[in-house]
């Protein structure tokens, strides 16, 4: 009786050690009361990925996470960089009640440093052939979030109408982007199943991005830009460089604008708030596992006037056909 007495005293007091033990280490993600934490790891800096962010911490607010009350934001940003996006998510990994990655890159370099946190991505085109979930309907792992696939096929029914008379077409895009990749496979099949002629200029990096443009102009009549971080984050020399030579392009969200005639595609800041209230369930104890990927609802088309002008092509023809 008395061996018991003991071994039950003992079992208590060294229970109540583990259980001090723990209360020294370092906190858990979701341990300051009502505050929650939320890592957001963004690719690159342009306007349609800036918007997405913007549309996300909306979602939040209006879910009940203000920031600066009851929400704390560690926001980055890799400026494109490999090796600065390699640097920040493992910054972000596993000190977060979620985390929330824009763009494909970011998001293959966040499940890559932390399969375990629970995590939200956004500007993200074919999340099941970057790796980052099983299917749209059931994701299965640590991700979920709102895709930007563009509807491709109508993109190009587009464009010839809006070119009709053009038989050559280029399509320009940065080839280590899963995103881009897969439009673009997709607009060259198309475009060839209408007899079209197409030539394809990528790049890696930035740097090469004027001289690619440049020899790509003199070799078509009208170009497409898929979804691409490359091209949002050189719009401004891409626009200056199809604005000389004359050749209009069209892309896929209205950070390119400037560099196209018109855009047809995506609301980033509405994917952004898809993106939002996915994580806003996920904090109220929904699994990412379980939360189908959601996908785009609307689209929206834009003019540039100043190229519209340049290449002799009325603006308000191409709204209607947007309509």
């Known amino acids: 009786m008395g061996f018991k007495r003991f071994l039950v005293g003992s079992v208590a007091f060294l229970s109540t050690v583990a259980l001090a033990a723990c209360s020294t280490g370092e906190k858990s993600a979701s341990s300051d009361g009502d505050n929650v934490k939320v890592g957001v790891i963004q690719y690159a800096e342009h ?62 370099a966040l499940l890559s440093a932390d399969s375990e946190t629970p995590s939200v991505f956004t500007a993200v085109t074919d999340p099941i052939e970057a790796g980052l979930v099983d299917s749209l309907k059931a994701p299965g792992g640590s991700m979920t979030g709102s895709i930007d696939a563009t509807d491709v096929a109508g993109q190009i029914e587009m464009l010839i109408k809006v070119v009709p008379n053009a038989k050559t077409f280029g399509i320009f895009y940065n080839s280590s982007e899963v995103n881009s990749e897969v439009q673009a496979k997709e607009a060259k099949k198309l475009l060839e199943e209408k007899g079209k002629k197409v030539v394809i200029k990528t790049v890696t990096s930035t740097n090469d991005v004027q001289q ?19 091209v949002a984050s050189t719009a401004s020399t891409i626009g200056d460089i199809l604005l000389k030579a004359k ?16 855009t047809y595609g995506v609301d980033y800041h509405a994917i952004g708030v898809q993106a939002g209230e996915l994580a806003a369930r996920i904090l109220k104890g929904e699994k990412a596992a379980d939360l189908a990927v959601k996908t785009p609802e609307t689209a929206a088309v834009a003019v540039n006037e100043e190229m519209a002008k340049a290449v002799g092509i009325d603006p308000e023809m191409i709204k209607k056909l947007g309509k």
């Open 47 to 108: 306007e349609a990925l800036s918007s997405a962010r913007k549309g996300f911490l909306e979602a939040l607010d209006k879910a009940g996470y203000a920031e600066g009350k009851n929400l704390t934001v560690d926001y980055q940003n890799a400026q494109g960089d490999q090796a600065n996006l390699q640097t920040m998510v493992e910054q972000l990994a596993g000190k977060n009640d979620v985390n929330f990655a824009i763009a494909t890159p970011a998001a293959q």
């Open 247 to 262: 050749v209009p392009a069209m892309g896929s969200d209205e950070a390119v604008l400037e560099a196209t005639l018109f």
């Open 212 to 230: 690619a443009v440049t020899s790509l102009a003199g070799q078509v009549e009208a170009i497409y830009l898929p979804t691409d971080n490359t």
